[in-house]
């Protein structure tokens, strides 16, 4: 079965923390694509990376970073430094090629000032 | 210049009617979705349309029936709108299907609640 699970539902840290938002999917394919998204308090989805199977190479943009880890089938987000403007909930998803995204739960991560 | 725009951002109805929500994507894209948020958050695939031909058809009640008129245009029909329908529907667009693009765009979503 095809699955993504966010164990986290609420983080809460204080600014200027790093934090991880853990992400760990199930899948049988061999090829498949990781994404991450962003949901703010106005509610839109906000693209923020995606992966494919075959690219475990870390990723860093700005304060974000990701870590994908085939053997233990995670792809965790770490966002450094916090602000009070990364507070949103953020989506993990998996696409296996079958042209629909199977996201996981959610994470809601509150910065406090 | 908006990618993807639904109309409207919020829609109140009464139990029993019939609804629309509009998508517009301007960028060039082939293929379209509907998406349904819950009250808990779960976002979760209803319908995907590549160049008008309807692709997946999740385990959606039949009330609710998407219309794309052409590759631009998602639109989302639903049919004797019950209380469970209240939630936030997104339509989202990609080049190709999931799979083979660099990221999906979705639209800022559309909050239904039915009363």
């Known amino acids: 079965a095809q699955k993504v699970t966010q164990a986290q539902t609420e983080i809460s840290v204080v600014e200027k923390e790093d934090v991880t938002l853990d992400c760990v999917y199930e899948t049988r394919d061999t090829t498949y694509y990781l994404f991450w998204y962003k949901q703010p308090p106005s509610g839109e989805l906000v693209f923020l990376i995606r992966?494919?199977?075959?690219?475990?190479q870390n990723e860093i943009s700005g304060r974000y970073s990701w870590n994908f880890q085939k053997s233990t089938s995670s792809f965790n987000f770490t966002i450094t430094a916090s602000q009070v403007v990364d507070s949103a909930v953020y989506f993990c998803?998996?696409?296996?090629?079958?042209?629909?995204?199977?996201f996981g739960q959610g994470t809601t991560l509150q910065v406090k000032p | 210049d908006t990618a993807v725009s639904q109309t409207p951002k919020y829609l109140v109805t009464q139990m029993g009617n019939d609804k629309s929500i509009k998508c517009e994507q301007n960028?060039?894209?082939?293929?379209m979705y509907w998406y349904k948020q819950d009250s808990k958050k779960f976002l979760k695939i209803m319908f995907s349309y590549n160049n008008k031909e309807l692709i997946i058809n999740e385990t959606v009640p039949n009330r609710f029936s998407p219309k794309s008129p052409d590759k631009a245009h998602l639109n989302l029909h639903i049919n004797s709108l019950e209380l469970g329908d209240s939630a936030v529907y997104f339509c989202?667009?990609?080049?190709?299907?999931?799979?083979?693009?660099?990221?999906?765009?979705f639209g800022q979503g559309t909050r239904l609640t039915v009363v």
């Open positions: 998803a998996l696409n296996y090629n079958t042209g629909k995204l199977i």
């Open positions: 960028l060039g894209h082939d293929t």
């Open positions: 992966r494919n199977s075959f690219d475990e």
């Open positions: 989202a667009s990609s080049q190709g299907d999931f799979g083979a693009l660099t990221e999906a765009f």
